[in-house]
């Protein structure tokens, strides 16, 4: 029919094709409760972006071209278009939220759980907090700027790491103190390994001692 236009398959296969359909707002996913469900929220999200063939535009997996300025111009479009979009689609999260999060994460403490349900329970809160730190796409990578980067990660996996050492039950304090010995410092899920190693020690001996305290009595 005249004045309809048509599309090939390998149009609307290409990451940088824009449908007249295509609009982030019409993404539908339930509202975000806590860090509790986060993890799923964020997997749903994924999927519809995925099935958009836009995913690649938010983890960074699609580069912008560098030698082809057609390309370079429909990337712009494409990226510019998501960020705006899901800007306005998820913008009820402010700073009040961001708030809570921080406060309930430098609140968190063991508190008698397991080293694998406290460190679960950081890594949801970690993981919520910097979901929704959205930092510009670098499209020219030099090597200052590498080293930068990687000196910004060091400090955020140190503090990471901090915060760990910082919840732990008073029993694990040797540990602790032994571990900020190292140098360099461990990542924090080698300070964990490290502690579970240490839990699961005690779970044995205390196991043994109770084994023991019942054929004393069986006698």
Request: aromatic share 10%; glycine share 4%; proline share 3%.
């Amino acid at each position: 029919m005249a004045g309809i236009s048509k599309f090939s398959y390998r149009d609307m296969q290409n990451p940088l094709f824009l449908h007249p359909s295509d609009n982030l707002l019409s993404i539908s996913v339930t509202k975000l409760q806590g860090s509790e469900d986060f993890r799923s929220w964020k997997r749903s999200i994924e999927i519809q972006l995925c099935a958009k063939r836009k995913l690649g535009f938010v983890d960074g997996t699609i580069k912008r071209s560098t030698d082809d300025v057609v390309e370079a111009s429909q990337w712009d479009t494409c990226n510019n278009m998501i960020w705006k979009q899901l800007e306005k689609r998820f913008s009820l999260i402010d700073g009040s939220r961001k708030y809570k999060l921080t406060k309930d994460l430098f609140s968190l403490k063991q508190n008698g759980s397991t080293i694998t349900e406290y460190f679960t329970a950081l890594s949801a809160l970690w993981e919520e907090i910097e979901s929704m730190h959205i930092l510009p796409t670098i499209s020219n990578v030099t090597e200052e700027m590498t080293k930068f980067l990687m000196a910004i990660e060091s400090m955020r996996e140190e503090s990471k790491l901090f915060q760990f050492l910082n919840g732990l039950d008073d029993c694990y304090a040797p540990q602790r103190s032994q571990i900020l010995m190292f140098s360099p410092l461990p990542s924090v899920e080698r300070a964990c390994s490290v502690i579970q190693q240490e839990e699961n020690q005690r779970d044995v001996l205390s196991i043994g001692q109770e084994m023991e305290m019942s054929v004393m009595f069986s006698k």
